[in-house]
C-alpha cells in the first residue's frame, strides 16, 4: 500500500470527491453547506493510497495566530480502519505546531467525538446543532500537554 500526503492551498477536485462521497452521499448534508466561503482561506491536505483519493481535511487560522480550527475531516468508507484519519490529523497539527499555534478546535460530530478523543481532543461547552446534526466544540492545547 502506497500513502501520499497532497498539502495544498486550494480546494481541488479530489478533495470535492471525498467530501461529497462522505458529507453527502452517505452522511446525507446538504451539497451547498460542504463547500463554503470558508474554503479559499483554508489550507489543505489529501491522502492518497495507491493514487487514489482517500482522506481529506481544511484547517485554517482563527481569531488570532495561536488558534487554528481544522474541518471538514473526511475519510473514504473503503479506505477506514487502516489508520489515515489519525494520519490526517497528525499532518494537519504538525503544520499548525510549526506555525507557532498554541491551540487546535474541532466541531465533532458526536457520534465521532470518540474519535478525536483518541487524537487527545478535549470536549468544550455543550452540544449544538450544525447543519441539523450534534456536534461539539473539542480543542487540544498544543503547548503544556498535559
Known amino acids: 500500500m502506497n500513502i501520499q500526503y497532497k498539502f495544498l492551498t486550494e480546494l481541488t477536485d479530489d478533495e470535492k470527491k ?24 483554508c489550507d489543505h491536505i489529501i491522502i492518497y493510497v495507491d493514487d487514489v483519493p482517500a482522506a481529506c481535511c481544511r484547517y485554517f487560522r482563527y481569531g488570532g495566530d495561536s488558534v487554528y480550527i481544522i474541518g471538514r475531516v473526511a475519510v473514504i468508507e473503503d479506505f477506514r480502519g487502516i489508520g489515515l484519519g489519525e494520519m490526517l490529523m497528525d499532518a494537519a497539527e504538525d503544520v499548525i505546531r510549526s506555525r507557532g499555534a498554541e491551540k487546535i478546535i474541532v466541531h465533532a460530530q458526536l457520534r465521532v ?13 455543550e452540544p449544538f446543532l450544525e447543519e441539523g446534526v450534534k456536534h461539539i466544540t473539542m480543542e487540544k492545547r498544543l503547548t503544556n500537554i498535559d
Open 113 to 125: 467525538k470518540g474519535f478525536y478523543k483518541k487524537c487527545r481532543y478535549k470536549e468544550i461547552g
Open 18 to 41: 471525498i467530501r461529497y462521497e462522505v458529507f453527502v452521499n452517505e452522511q446525507g448534508f446538504d451539497a451547498s453547506a460542504d463547500i463554503d466561503g470558508t474554503d479559499a482561506e
